[in-house]
């Protein structure tokens, strides 16, 4: 069964930075796409980064929000994906989750519809 567990969520100001883990246990493919997406308060859960891969291909997508700022990667030998979250902003406030479908796509999906497990959330709170 497959298993998805965030940490790294904390507060900073704004400026600052944070890096979020996911660490993946029962994966059993290398077809597949991983994203990180978001859901602050009263709103709905949008996608922030994307990763898919085939074997030994891979691609990354980023909502127009982060780009420049965000960077989603990869540890394989971890199983772990990672989110550094660079010049942060108050508005990027929000309970930040991780997510899996074995799936291949060559533009990874930003859409929560796409992802089949998720983890249970970490929370990043950027202060003004």
């Known amino acids: 069964q497959v298993q998805l567990v965030e940490s790294g969520g904390g507060s900073v100001q704004a400026g600052g930075s944070l890096r979020l883990s996911c660490a993946a246990s029962?994966?059993?493919?290398?077809?597949?796409?991983m994203g990180w997406f978001r859901q602050g308060p009263g709103k709905e859960r949008e996608g922030v980064a994307a990763i898919s891969r085939i074997g030994a291909l891979g691609a990354s997508n980023y909502a127009d929000f982060v780009k420049g700022r965000f960077t989603i990667s990869q540890d394989n030998a971890k199983n772990t994906l990672y989110l550094q979250m660079n010049s942060l902003k108050p508005e990027d406030t929000a309970m930040y989750y991780c997510?899996?479908?074995?799936?291949?796509?060559?533009?990874?999906?930003?859409?929560?519809?796409?992802?089949?497990?998720w983890g249970q959330g970490t929370q990043v709170t950027v202060s003004s």
């Open positions: 997510a899996a479908a074995y799936q291949w796509a060559t533009i990874p999906a930003l859409l929560p519809g796409t992802y089949t497990y």
């Open positions: 029962g994966w059993t493919s290398n077809n597949y796409q």
